[in-house]
C-alpha cells in the first residue's frame, strides 16, 4: 500500500514547531535533520570561531551555525538548515535581527561529514561501500545550494582530514591537511587545515 503524504506550504512549514528546531523543508515535507556527535560539533565549533573571528575583523558579514535558510529547489521551496552559513552585510544588512530563517541567498554554507563517512576520500579513490553514495548524496546537496544561487559550498570531511570547495561554473576543489583555504569570495580569510583538524 502506498503512503499518503499531506505536502505542507512554506508557510506552513514556517508556522510549525518543527521549523524552529532541527527540521527541514524538502518537497513539501518535513525532514529531521540527524543529530550530530561530539567530534561533529568540535569541528563545527572551530570553523565557526574561524569564521566568526574572520567576519569580525573585516565587519563584513555574519556566520551561524544551523541557521536555517529559504531557497528554491527544483522549483519548489526549500528550508536546509546548513552546519554553517555565511551571509555578508551587503546581502543581509548589520540592522536585520528578526528570529526568522535566513531570508536571502548567502554567499557560503558548509556541511560537515559525520564519523564513519567520508566524503573525500569517495572523491579520490571511489572506494567502500558507503563512499560512492555519500559521494553522490553530497555532491547533488552542493550542486542543489549552487542552483539556488549559493556562491560557495564547503564540505567538510573529519576522516579524510579534508574540505571540498564546490563554486558555479567551476570543477570542486579538495583541500587537504596542508592545505590553506583561501580566497576573493572571503577576502582577507586564511584557513590552514592543519589547525582545523589538530587535535586538542
Known amino acids: 500500500m502506498s503512503r499518503i503524504v499531506n505536502k505542507l506550504s512554506l508557510q506552513e512549514f514556517l508556522d510549525s514547531p518543527e521549523s524552529r528546531d532541527r527540521y527541514e523543508f524538502v518537497d513539501g515535507e518535513i525532514v529531521p535533520k540527524v543529530s550530530p556527535n561530539y567530534k561533529h560539533s568540535f569541528l563545527q565549533l572551530r570553523l565557526l570561531l574561524a569564521l566568526n573571528q574572520w567576519c569580525e575583523s573585516l565587519r563584513?558579514?555574519?556566520?551561524?551555525?544551523?541557521?536555517?535558510?529559504?531557497?528554491?529547489?527544483?522549483?519548489?521551496?526549500?528550508?536546509?538548515?546548513?552546519?554553517?552559513?555565511?551571509?555578508?552585510?551587503?546581502?543581509?544588512?548589520?540592522?536585520?535581527?528578526?528570529?526568522?530563517?535566513?531570508?536571502?541567498?548567502?554567499?557560503?554554507?558548509?556541511?560537515?561529514?559525520?564519523?564513519?563517512?567520508?566524503?573525500?576520500?569517495?572523491?579520490?579513490?571511489?572506494?567502500?561501500?558507503?563512499?560512492?553514495?555519500?559521494?553522490?548524496?553530497?555532491?547533488?546537496?552542493?550542486?542543489?545550494?549552487?542552483?539556488?544561487?549559493?556562491?560557495?559550498?564547503?564540505?567538510?570531511?573529519?576522516?579524510?582530514?579534508?574540505?571540498?570547495?564546490?563554486g558555479a561554473n567551476e570543477l570542486p576543489q579538495i583541500f587537504w591537511i596542508n592545505d590553506t583555504i583561501s580566497g576573493v569570495l572571503l577576502p582577507g580569510l586564511s584557513l590552514s587545515l592543519s589547525a582545523l583538524f589538530a587535535k586538542k
Not at 576520500?121 to 549552487?146: I, V
Request: aromatic share 10%.
Open 60 to 166: 563584513c558579514g555574519r556566520v551561524l551555525p544551523e541557521w536555517a535558510v529559504v531557497l528554491q529547489r527544483r522549483g519548489q521551496d526549500w528550508v536546509p538548515v546548513p552546519d554553517l552559513t555565511y551571509v555578508s552585510y551587503e546581502r543581509l544588512p548589520l540592522e536585520w535581527e528578526e528570529d526568522a530563517p535566513c531570508p536571502v541567498i548567502p554567499e557560503l554554507v558548509v556541511e560537515i561529514i559525520s564519523p564513519g563517512q567520508s566524503f573525500g576520500e569517495a572523491e579520490s579513490l571511489g572506494e567502500g561501500d558507503r563512499s560512492p553514495k555519500l559521494f553522490k548524496k553530497m555532491t547533488q546537496k552542493a550542486t542543489d545550494y549552487l542552483l539556488a544561487g549559493v556562491s560557495r559550498v564547503w564540505i567538510v570531511d573529519n576522516q579524510a582530514q579534508s574540505i571540498t570547495v564546490f
